[in-house]
């Protein structure tokens, strides 16, 4: 399985900040990647795919760049309503393995 | 509009049999892959499983196979994820989703269905 590492596990900013994740995988995954967002007790939605493609409806405050092994999800200017989980999955290969998270609170 | 409902939360006892479903509606469910996703309590997604309605095309997870059977019936529109003998470590939350080739990304997703496994 490919592995995907997740920086940071939690993270705490001001409503207002540029906040950025990380995800690496184990190998080349082209640009095979997805991010999700999970708000408590929810299930996860889809923010982007193929890398740094936007979904439908999800505020263009949120990005994502990179291909090969390492990979970066932004939010430009936090707001409140984006305290959530957020996950990396790759999809080059089965299974399509997540990352293990990062937890995003206002601080 | 696309949308997958989830049967509701269950409460088992360690050694018993579960079977929960995956209501597909408003895209033709024969023509999209649907996955299962488990999320254990305060932990991170895993991913279990897909099937393609259409063939029954199914692929697990190396973690996963041989400890669930996910299956669909096309005609009702409906995948299934099941277990023939339940474990309390099998406590979690699970999730189907549309994927819309073998490999890709999930979307949208079901409400999720909670599992409880305790004696």
């Known amino acids: 399985d490919i592995q995907m590492t997740q920086s940071p596990s939690s993270l705490s900013a001001s409503v207002g900040d540029r906040v950025t994740i990380t995800c690496q995988a184990s190998?080349?995954?082209?640009?095979?990647l997805n991010w999700y967002q999970q708000k408590p007790g929810k299930a996860p939605k889809l923010l982007i795919y193929?890398?740094?493609n936007l979904e439908t409806g999800v505020p263009s405050r949120f990005s994502g760049s990179g291909s090969g092994t390492d990979f970066t999800f932004t939010i430009s200017s936090l707001q409140p309503e984006d305290i959530a989980t957020y996950y990396c999955?790759?999809?080059?290969?089965?299974?399509?393995?997540f990352g293990q998270g990062t937890k995003l609170e206002i601080k | 509009e696309v949308q997958l409902v989830q049967s509701g939360a269950e409460v088992k006892k360690p050694g018993e049999s579960l079977k929960i479903s995956c209501k597909g509606s408003g895209y033709s469910f024969t023509s999209y892959w649907i996955g299962w996703v488990r999320q254990m309590p305060g932990k991170g997604l895993e991913w279990m499983g897909i099937?393609?309605?259409?063939?029954?095309?199914?692929r697990y997870s190396p973690s996963f196979q041989g400890q669930v059977t996910i299956s669909a019936d096309k005609s009702i529109s409906t995948a299934y994820l099941q277990w023939s003998s339940l474990k309390a470590s099998d406590t979690a939350m699970y999730y189907c989703?549309?994927?819309?080739?073998?490999?890709?990304?999930?979307?949208?997703w079901g409400q999720g269905t909670l599992v409880t496994v305790s004696s």
């Open positions: 999955q790759q999809y080059d290969n089965l299974p399509g393995t």
């Open positions: 190998q080349d995954i082209s640009n095979y």
């Open positions: 989703a549309t994927i819309p080739t073998v490999t890709g990304w999930f979307d949208p």
């Open positions: 193929d890398a740094s």
């Open positions: 099937i393609y309605p259409g063939d029954s095309d199914t």
